[in-house]
């Protein structure tokens, strides 16, 4: 499952980056589909952000080590499919947890594809990348209460309603 090169490797799944031994490697490439990219194994106490971030799109504790310890930290800017979001099921679960994450991060990002939602709100700043879209289809209602960073593109699309809420005005 693991293909090894010195102190970096490739792994399958987060199962497989989870079991690591953290003495042996410090970078490792996620090929899980949809949540690929770079880990750096990092020492130092990470137990808030592995609580905080339970679908493991930036931080994931290893088995063998407590998240006092060290963690495995994403590399780069985190984008929604990172957190399990996908364009061929509901994506508000990972909206939720990159919504939870954002404290740390400070927006959620959408990237390229069309996204589905089921009815959610987000109150963390929304960036789209070139390229991405969100569907809401009836009866649902996405709300949006932050600031909406986008290029020039339609950015919202289906049958329902999209709510766009300004704060400290309407």
Do not use: C
């Not at 006092?68 to 499919?81: E, F, I, K, Y």
């Not at 939602?117 to 070139?130: C, E, H, K, N, Q």
């Not at 289906?158 to 709510?163: E, H, I, K, R």
């Amino acid at each position: 499952e693991v293909a090894q090169t010195s102190m970096f490797t490739r792994v399958l799944d987060r199962a497989a980056l989870k079991g690591l031994n953290t003495e042996s490697f410090v970078l490792a490439f996620l090929d899980e589909t949809g949540r690929e990219g770079m880990f750096k194994w990092m020492e130092g106490d990470f137990s808030t952000e592995v609580a905080a971030d339970t679908l493991e799109g930036v931080y994931v504790k290893a088995t063998a080590v407590s998240a006092t310890l060290g963690a495995w930290v994403r590399q780069g800017q985190p984008v929604l499919s990172n957190f399990g979001g996908s364009p061929d099921a509901n994506s508000a679960a990972a909206a939720a947890a990159a919504t939870a994450m954002a404290a740390l991060l400070g927006k959620v990002i959408i990237g390229p594809g069309t996204h589905l939602f089921t009815t959610a709100t987000i109150s963390v700043p929304f960036l789209f990348m070139d390229g991405a879209s969100v569907t809401v289809n009836s009866p649902n209602t996405l709300t949006l209460a932050s600031r909406i960073e986008s290029p020039r593109h339609h950015i919202f699309r289906g049958t329902a309603l999209v709510a766009l809420q300004f704060p400290g005005g309407s």
